[in-house]
Every structure is written in structure tokens, then in C-alpha cells.
């Protein structure tokens, strides 16, 4: 081997070494589900028990939801207060920071919301819900009642939405329907307009980016510039990318193994 070749693949087991260190397994499969918040705690659901880790990967704590239903979503957009929704059951409910539940559980057909298929929080306790039947979406408060009403998107966009996923963030909704895009609203169900990333398997917005998950890889959408970028895992990590998030600089990633936290440099 000539001294430079030698050089290069000395340096290339440097780079290999130097990543991997910064990598690690926190959350031992299988995985149902998770999520995080923005400080970087960890939100765990396998079956009916929900565990919390901190931005360490260090276990905190957990609870068995057992009469609950089977949990469809999990929303973190109260830091320590998440939100639970079953689909199958209709049934909402808020947890605290020991995750036992906060207040009543929220049955939303006995409330006049009996097709909801997607939910996530909102600012001021309220709530947003897809309604199947309605292909609308609704901003609820606290007690339930309606603050504001999308309409039938079909009639407003002229599309058939499927969506497969909702977040709030900084007083907007995104709503991820694979076939179209992720649709954007204000906080009075005004639309906005539609972000043309199409077959996204899993989205979370952070100030200004768009992290998704799309064909089994892991992009970044920039909101301002309008580019698209890959998030840069390791090799063995992008080959078993299930899910992803992104905190503080941090890629929480979903393998079949179990959760893997793996820090990007000069990443939001």
C-alpha cells in the first residue's frame, strides 16, 4: 500500500471510531412507539406501558395504562405532560409528570367527535383533532368546545386527505398527509399552504426545520430555504432506521434493536 492510501484509510477508522463513539443504545427493543420533547426527554410505549427517559437516555419512569386502551399516539408538546390518544376507543387523556393520568380521561364520541382518527395538543390546554367522517380539522379547548374549523378540505383544496400524522408548533399546525404534502395552518384552521415533501412515514417540526422520515431514510426540510438535506447517521444506523427525532442536537433513532441516541454535530 502506497504511504498515502495508508494515510487516508488510517484517518477513515479515526472518523469511523470518533462517530460510533458518539453513539449508543439507551432503550433496548422491542419498541412500539415513542416520542420526545423538546429538552430531549424520551417517550416509550411498548404495549399498554409508558416509560420515560431523560435526554441522557436514563431511565426515569414508567406506568401501565391498561384500562386505557390501546394507545395510537403520543403528542409531547407539553415538556413532561404528554398526551394519549386511542383511536380505537376515542378516548383522550393528558398525564403528568409521574405519567399517571391528569383529570378525567376524555371520551370524544360522547362529546360529539365520534371519528377522530388523529389528535395532538395545542396551545392554552386546547387540542386538535382530524375528523374522518368530516375530512376536516378541528382546534378544541380544555372542556371540548370547538375554537376553530378547518372545513372540508376536500372542498377547500379539491384533494381527499388521508393524513397520517399532526403537530402543533409555534401557533401552527402541520398536518402530514403522504399523498400530498404536509398541509399548514394557523391557529383559527386558516390554511396556508402545503410543503411539498410527498410519502413521509413520520415528521417532527423544530424552529424553522422539518425532520421525516421518508422510503426508510432520514431528511431535513429548511422551512426558510426551501432545501433538503440528509440527516448524516452512521451506516449501520441508517440501515435499520425505523423513526426518528431530532433534539438539541441529538438524533434519537428507531431500529428494531431498540432506541439508539446518536449525537450531529452542527445539527438543530
Not at 78 to 99: C, R, V
Not at 140 to 146: E, N, P, W, Y
Not at 152 to 165: F, V
Not at 204 to 214: D, L, N, P, T
Amino acid at each position: 500500500m502506497n504511504p498515502f492510501r495508508h494515510i487516508l484509510v488510517f484517518c477513515g477508522m479515526l472518523t469511523s471510531i470518533g462517530t460510533f463513539a458518539q453513539t449508543k443504545l439507551v432503550v433496548a427493543g422491542p419498541v412500539d412507539a415513542f416520542t420526545t420533547d423538546d429538552v430531549g426527554n424520551l417517550y416509550v410505549l411498548r404495549g399498554d406501558e409508558l416509560e420515560l427517559y431523560n435526554a441522557a437516555g436514563g431511565s426515569w419512569l414508567r406506568n401501565s395504562l391498561k384500562t386505557f386502551g390501546r394507545i395510537s399516539q403520543i403528542d409531547a408538546f407539553y415538556s413532561l405532560k404528554p398526551l394519549i390518544f386511542s383511536k380505537e376507543q376515542g378516548q383522550l387523556a393528558m398525564l403528568d409528570n409521574t405519567l399517571a393520568v391528569q383529570g378525567s380521561v376524555l371520551n370524544l364520541p360522547r362529546n360529539g367527535f365520534p371519528q377522530v382518527v388523529l389528535a395532538c395538543a395545542s396551545v392554552q390546554n386546547g387540542f386538535w383533532f382530524f375528523d374522518q367522517q368530516e375530512l376536516g380539522v378541528y382546534r378544541v379547548d380544555a372542556q371540548l368546545r370547538k375554537l376553530a374549523d378547518t372545513g372540508r378540505l376536500d372542498q377547500l383544496l379539491g384533494i381527499t386527505p388521508a393524513p397520517t400524522g399532526m403537530q402543533e408548533f409555534d401557533s401552527r399546525l402541520y398536518l402530514n398527509d403522504p399523498a400530498t404534502g404536509i398541509l399548514v395552518f394557523d391557529l383559527f384552521g386558516t390554511y396556508m399552504r402545503t410543503i411539498p415533501i410527498k410519502a413521509v412515514d413520520h415528521f417532527e417540526v423544530r424552529a424553522g426545520v422539518i425532520h421525516y422520515v421518508q422510503d426508510g431514510a432520514a431528511w431535513m426540510y429548511d422551512m426558510r430555504s426551501f432545501a433538503i438535506d440528509p440527516i448524516p447517521l452512521p451506516g449501520p444506523l441508517r440501515a435499520q432506521l425505523l423513526d426518528l427525532r431530532m433534539e438539541r442536537g441529538r438524533a434519537y433513532v428507531l431500529t428494531p434493536d431498540g432506541i439508539v441516541i446518536h449525537d450531529v454535530a452542527g445539527r438543530p
